[in-house]
């Protein structure tokens, strides 16, 4: 939107981020009246961290989808909305314009009202990376339904976990996918996971994507061209009030299941949409590539709501970077001429190896900005990209942010702020980052590391976690008194810029994907010979972060690869194959306290082959573990 100038000058920077802090209310009020709203609202926010109540924009009503597309009707509606790019080069792009795009949303809508969805009413979507994906999830937001991304690389059971926990009535899926040269069975998984009981869900609605045969069940599922293409192109938009929960998505924390995070309407809308234009400095008449999946939340949050709010065109790829060949990326973006590229750093670490010759030869210079999310990006990653994509001109946003709090929250800002190499630099604007020590102490100064926390609400932050609010309190907000706790360290170095380190809490980031280490070891757990297990990260150069797990058997193991097999086959169908362990040491027994407590400190250090400094073992309850362990793992 034109009345929201870009910040493009470190003074706009500084000018922006002092108001922010000095009246935040006033801020986010100005920011917020550039959207169509049915009401205003009565009060700007409301907040305490320690139950913790936050409410953005109070008394406020309004439907993210006219301000996603409605409203962008007149001005642009022959523009791209979403540019599709499919798994195999050779299979057509789909375009979509905004009015093209507001019609399919509003088919979906009508159609979810047909099987009787509605407001508040939970919706599950279970899909590969294609335009009905978008088009389902915003119509749910159109009839106020909720929905619940899975990502399609999780199992059965992972999904009848997360359709349970929100009693959704909704499973939309495809027939199958195709994800690179790989098959998946889309349909076939979700009929796994409703057969062990999810009883809330009435039907299930099919996209035929792929044509491969799939089975039906009569009265529970039916096919998504039967129903939605028949419906009228216009639906009402059900006005929302601003605290009205948009979505829920689950991720992993360090303990039991993985929880719902949950987004209400009104601050995600404003918070998304002013991130989306200030990091990717995006202008009208550029075209926006984000390669995540929507089944996480940069898709949600930089997929489809933040580049839909500021009227962006936006590419949507279905496939790998490595298929047809490792230059998938690079072709597309000189195919369409993408303006702005968003991806993961084990992406580019993964095409780092394969080698330089897949992105040579390349032009890319429509590129103007490229982003980073997910994990810490190394420095040979930086510079590689910075080098070989961004060919030494293009600056890079190493954004650091969380499911929990939708949107970015520091990040280098183009023009208007430095970038360094390895760090995420500073908060944008309205976000108040602190570092406090084991003990909650705040520290001063600008040098310091410690536990990074966050002291004043931002419009996109998580509200509770469905089903469960005591939940979201001991997670977030209850280690450190008043302030919002992240889980990951983070150094500050003496300009004030952050360096992100990575979680201090049991959490594993492979891949850019977050995995609790307590779900893996539930899940190696099933196995009938396994006594006990241990599971924790270690520094992995293409992942980032891989996973290793200590396993106490109850009989000698006669063959360990074929142990090793049954093990990662359980954690495949307890979780998916993104939580499979890459190395399993099996042990006689694990490093405790004489509480019980297992070292977590010493066997992260085995499995990082770090035999320095293991610290004082000799107050463990059985000591001598530690060399049998240190001794076996150089075999693993
Ligand atoms: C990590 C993804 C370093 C971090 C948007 C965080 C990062 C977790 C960065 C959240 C970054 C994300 N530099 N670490 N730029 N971005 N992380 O919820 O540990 O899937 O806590 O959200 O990823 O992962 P999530």
């Not at 059971?157 to 926990?165: E, S, T």
């Not at 930089?302 to 230059?327: N, Q």
């Not at 604007?429 to 002291?455: K, S, Y």
Request: net charge negative; hydrophobic share 40%; proline share 6%.
């Amino acid at each position: 939107m034109s009345d929201t100038p870009l910040l493009t000058t470190p003074e706009a920077f500084r000018e922006a981020y002092d108001r922010s802090v000095r009246d935040p209310e006033g801020f986010w009020a100005e920011l917020a009246s550039t959207f169509r709203w049915h009401k205003p609202w009565s009060r700007v926010l409301s907040w305490n961290f320690d139950r913790p109540e936050i409410r953005w924009f109070e008394g406020a009503r309004l439907n993210i989808t006219e301000n996603c597309l409605d409203r962008h009707l007149e001005t642009r509606g022959d523009q791209t909305a979403i540019l599709w790019e499919p798994n195999d080069p050779s299979d057509p792009t789909r375009r979509y314009t905004y009015r093209a795009l507001h019609t399919e949303v509003c088919r979906a809508a009508n159609a979810l009202k047909e099987l009787g969805v509605r407001k508040g009413d939970r919706v599950c979507f279970y899909m590969p990376m294609v335009p009905e994906l978008a088009i389902g999830v915003l119509a749910c937001a159109r009839i106020g339904a909720v929905h619940s991304v899975v990502f399609a690389g999780f199992s059965a059971n992972a999904l009848a976990d997360r359709i349970q926990d929100a009693q959704c009535r909704l499973v939309i899926c495809s027939d199958t996918n195709q994800r690179g040269a790989k098959a998946i069975p889309v349909k076939e998984v979700v009929d796994e996971a409703l057969a062990s009981g999810c009883p809330s869900v009435e039907h299930v609605l099919i996209l035929r994507h792929t044509g491969d045969p799939v089975s039906m069940t009569a009265g529970r599922d039916l096919w998504w061209h039967d129903l939605v293409d028949r419906q009228e192109g216009d639906c009402p938009a059900e006005i929302m009030d601003a605290e009205d929960m948009l979505f829920i998505l689950y991720t992993s924390g360090s303990t039991g299941k993985p929880k719902g995070v949950v987004h209400t309407c009104g601050g995600y809308m404003v918070y998304v949409w002013y991130t989306f234009l200030q990091v990717f400095q995006y202008r009208q008449g550029d075209l926006y590539f984000c390669t995540a999946d929507i089944g996480w939340i940069t898709g949600h949050s930089y997929i489809v709501y933040g580049p839909l709010l500021a009227g962006a065109s936006v590419v949507m790829f279905e496939g790998v970077p490595t298929f047809p060949t490792p230059a998938r990326f690079w072709d597309i973006i000189d195919k369409h001429g993408v303006h702005q590229f968003y991806t993961a750093p084990t992406a580019i670490r993964a095409l780092m190896a394969l080698g330089d010759e897949w992105v040579e030869g390349h032009d890319l210079s429509s590129l103007k900005v490229l982003g980073s999310v997910g994990e810490p990006i190394n420095e040979e990653a930086w510079h590689w990209y910075h080098r070989h994509v961004g060919r030494e001109k293009v600056p890079i946003v190493d954004t650091w942010w969380q499911t929990e709090t939708g949107g970015i929250l520091i990040s280098p800002i183009p023009g208007a702020t430095p970038m360094k190499p390895g760090y995420a630099t500073f908060p944008l604007p309205g976000i108040q980052p602190c570092l406090v020590d084991n003990e909650g102490r705040l520290l001063e100064g600008p040098v310091a590391e410690g536990m990074l926390c966050f002291r004043f609400p931002w419009p996109g932050i998580l509200r509770t976690t469905y089903g469960d609010h005591e939940r979201c309190r001991t997670t977030y907000f209850s280690q450190f008194p008043g302030l919002y706790f992240s889980g990951d360290g983070a150094r500050r170095d003496a300009d004030g810029q952050y360096r992100i380190i990575g979680r201090v809490d049991d959490v594993i980031n492979v891949s850019g994907h977050r995995i609790g280490t307590a779900e893996v070891e539930n899940a190696i757990n099933l196995h009938p010979e396994v006594v006990e297990s241990a599971v924790v990260g270690y520094p992995h150069d293409i992942k980032g972060q891989g996973i290793y797990a200590y396993v106490i058997t109850r009989h000698p193991v006669p063959d360990t690869a074929a142990f090793r097999k049954e093990v990662l086959a359980v954690v495949t169908k307890e979780i998916g194959p993104i939580a499979k362990p890459d190395r399993i040491q099996i042990v006689s027994g694990l490093p405790k306290t004489r509480s019980g407590k297992i070292m977590r400190r010493i066997l992260r250090k085995i499995a990082a082959a770090d035999f320095s400094g293991m610290g004082d073992t000799s107050t463990l309850l059985n000591p001598e573990i530690v060399e049998e362990i240190r001794a076996g793992a150089m075999k693993v």
